[in-house]
Nanobody, 116 residues
């Protein structure tokens, strides 16, 4: 099993920045992709950004140029740096880890609210 613990959410004004962290523990050696998803009220959960074990990244069009996903292998942690935040970025953000043997694991979610 993989355990994921997110942190770093909160309230920020439009144009501000936040950095989310996701610490992984447990059976992490065969994780091949980690990512951040978000779900706004009344909407489906959507992929925000992902990073492979080979450090290849992928971003939703809506966040390209504003968000950056990165990983610190030594700390088993994935980060999501979010800049130039907009009200439409308001959502619960979830960390995800995919293992070809164990399947997908999810964190508990962290709320990000962008409002003046």
């Amino acid at each position: 099993q993989v355990q994921l613990v997110e942190s770093g959410g909160g309230l920020v004004q439009p144009g501000g920045s936040l950095r989310l962290s996701c610490a992984a523990s447990g059976s992490i050696l065969t994780i091949d992709v980690m990512g951040w998803y978000r779900q706004a009220p009344g909407k489906d959960r959507e992929l925000v950004a992902s990073i492979t074990s080979g450090a290849m990244t992928n971003y939703a069009d809506s966040v390209k140029g504003r968000f950056t996903i990165s990983s610190d292998i030594a700390k088993n942690t994935v980060y999501l740096q979010m800049n130039s935040l907009k009200p439409e970025d308001t959502a619960v953000y979830y960390c995800n880890a995919n293992d070809p043997w164990l399947g997908a694991s999810w964190g508990q979610g962290t709320q990000v609210t962008v409002s003046s």
